[in-house]
């Protein structure tokens, strides 16, 4: 994800899908495309009793194959992949185009927003899960290279974990251009792998009939769900398909799939199966097991830095979702910073890198494999998808229009297949899979909490709301003192007095000569044009109001935009210009409004979160803040 629009903007004509696709394969693909480290081992050494004998293997085997065809290849990349948000992808880009689209249904709408917000808290649980599973898998090789050294793998891993976190500050662009060619050497690597060991038992090739998952679930009935919950460990990472999109695109994407990742993921998977065949024992460890000896400290080599990069992505989409999650009024505004000059899709959130980090140490720490990481892991990804299948249903009924005899049928099956991956991972809570659901959990009650307290406080402050009408006549009747200048009030409401204005007059007893009332307006659209950036409107006496839309990938910057609002009334130079600024304290009290707890628990993420002024990049000399104390 880092990287993504440098790579896009390289190379020309031909080249250029090229270079597209390797850079696709790169942020996209890192996470599903790591996890032949673990999956199989899980499988048939996680404890679900599956037999490593012909048709355990071959069931398996047919159901891992189906089920990338069907949640990848034909729910993302049919469907899911088509639900663009203006060309940007997630699940809180969908969630924006879902809102609109239910807009006329308010229950509905509400309820679609719920399941984002379910969706995008539990992508923070899989963000802290993603990287410890990933890179332990990778190091574990090393048990297998040397005796004895079982004991270093845990500190290992935690070396590489953490120093990936503490380059995120700097940026990765420069080593952002080695993600493509390193993944696109990794799945070739795979496929090699692969094909090596079909080629001593091919007989696996026939687990591409469906009928082998079929007579799996049949012959094992009182496991066939469960084991659901480990054959989901291969789809890990689909989601980054549509969060990456605004990076790249639908086809460069789909491209890679088909052209490259499926047929690599294919083989690796049945060169494991084959292996199995062949040695029961392999079943411990057979992604490493399938490599020859000479090429097993290499591959351990390969393997933590494809993880690496697997968990990059991962770190990065959090940040991306964040920022979104800001922009559209769900989290407190968090100072982001840009890593790079060029590309404006590397940002850095400090809070979110060390709150990851923290939570990926104590994974390390408390499980101290990846077997028993795998164990837990799903039931974010697996909560993930099912609400993405949920929001698209409704993008494609009430924004596209599809036919109901079409569209009901085949998300009908989606939502059947998600719950049956969902289902089967519930059980993992009690067995650790509570970490990344208590995480999210957590992360949805702030984002409720503070979309609520947010609303209500604006209620508050307008029930005592002075209306501009009423002002501007008074002023009429008794002019105040003018000084020269203009001075910017930031407001919430295009119909009231801003609180800092009236203080401004209470205490100063001035008034300037040019008053803009200025409103930001974050739209659900991911980018706003130029063209669409202000309305102004001009009342009289001085007052205007001045309204700038901003979309959730933008970057709000006030200052900026104001230099491009051309009015001969308006002055807008830096040394003429004075931004005045209203800082709420709220105070928790028995009026109608949220449970008490929430509303200290809004007060307290009030006080801390992230001021107007460097939001909005204010100049700090130019900036005076007036502070105001509600009841809520």
């Given amino acids: 994800m880092v990287q993504a629009s440098s790579q896009a903007g390289t190379g020309h004509s031909a080249a250029k899908p090229i270079a597209m696709l390797v850079a696709a394969v790169g942020v996209v693909y890192g996470d599903i495309g790591t996890s032949p480290l673990y999956t199989l081992k899980e499988v048939f050494s996680g404890g679900y009793g599956i037999p490593s004998n012909h048709d355990g293997v071959l069931g398996i085997l047919s159901l891992i194959f189906w089920s990338l065809i069907w949640v990848v290849s034909i729910k993302y990349m049919l469907f899911v992949l088509r639900a663009d948000n203006q060309g940007e992808g997630g699940i809180m880009a969908l969630t924006a185009l879902a809102r609109r689209a239910s807009a006329g249904y308010p229950r509905l709408s509400g309820m ?13 649980g899989d963000s802290m899960i993603t990287p410890a599973v990933s890179v332990l898998s990778a190091v574990e090789g090393l048990e297998l290279a040397f005796d004895g050294i ?32 390193v993944m696109v050497t990794w799945f070739v690597v795979l496929g090699i792998l692969g094909a090596y060991g079909i080629s ?140 790079s000059s060029d590309e404006q899709g590397q940002i850095y959130i400090g809070a979110v890198n060390w709150t990851l980090m923290c939570g990926v140490i104590l994974l390390v ?34 924004m596209w229009k599809w036919p109901p005899f079409f569209a009901v049928p085949v998300m009908s099956v989606c939502l059947l297949v998600d719950g049956m ?157 004075t931004y005045f600024l209203s800082r709420e304290t709220v105070i928790p009290s028995k009026l109608v409004g949220m449970a008490r707890w929430r509303e200290g628990l809004f007060a307290f993420m009030l006080k801390n979160a992230n001021g107007n002024l460097r939001f909005f990049k204010l100049p700090v000399n130019r900036v005076i803040e007036l502070g105001t104390q509600v009841e809520m």
């Fill in 200 to 339: 001593h038992q091919p007989e696996v090739l026939k687990a591409i009939n469906p009928l082998w998952g079929v007579r799996f679930f049949a012959s094992h009935f009182g496991i066939s769900v469960a084991v659901l919950g480990a054959v989901v460990l291969a789809l890990t990472g689909a989601e980054a398909l549509y969060a990456d999109m605004g990076h790249f695109g639908r086809k460069p994407i789909a491209r890679a799939w088909f052209i490259l990742v499926l047929p690599a993921l294919v083989l690796n998977y049945f060169g494991q199966g084959a292996l199995i065949l062949a040695d029961p024992e392999a079943a411990r460890n057979p992604f490493y097991l399938l490599a020859p000896s000479w090429a097993l400290l290499p591959l351990i080599g390969l393997s933590t830095v494809a993880t690496v990069i697997a968990s990059q992505a991962v770190i990065s989409g959090a940040f991306s979702l964040t920022q979104q999650a800001i922009q559209l009024g769900y989290i407190p505004r968090m100072h982001i910073q840009h890593t």
């Fill in 150 to 181: 079982s004991h270093w793998v845990v500190p290992v891993a935690l070396v590489v974990l953490i120093g990936l976190f503490l380059i995120q500050r700097h940026g990765t662009a420069r080593i952002g251009k080695l993600f493509g060619p």
């Fill in 112 to 124: 679609l927003v719920v399941c984002g917000l379910i969706g995008a808290a539990l992508f923070y």
């Fill in 421 to 577: 991956f969902f289902a089967a991972n519930v059980p993992k809570i009690v067995q650790g899979g509570a970490f990344p659901v208590l995480a999210g959990s957590a992360l949805f009650i702030l984002m409720t909490t503070w979309k609520r307290g947010k609303q209500l406080l604006v209620d508050r402050i307008d029930e005592g709301a002075l209306p501009l009408p009423i002002f501007i006549s008074s002023i009429r009747v008794q002019p105040p003192h003018r000084v020269q200048g203009t001075a910017v009030f930031l407001t919430a409401r295009s119909d009231a007095v801003p609180h800092a204005l009236l203080h401004n007059m209470l205490h100063n007893q001035v008034l300037h000569e040019q008053v803009v009332l200025l409103t930001v307006v974050n739209e659900d659209d991911p980018r706003v044009p130029a063209n669409r950036r202000f309305e102004v409107e001009s009342y009289g006496e001085g007052f205007f109001r001045v309204i700038l839309h901003y979309g959730f990938m933008d970057e709000p910057d006030v200052p900026a935009a104001l230099k491009l609002c051309h009015l001969d009334d308006l002055d807008f130079s830096p040394m003429r210009t």
């Fill in 365 to 398: 720490l408390g499980f101290e494999s990846s077997g028993a990481l795998a164990s837990a892991y799903g039931v974010a990804v697996t909560g993930t998808m099912l609400m993405t299948t949920f929001l698209v249903s409704a993008v494609m009924l009430l």
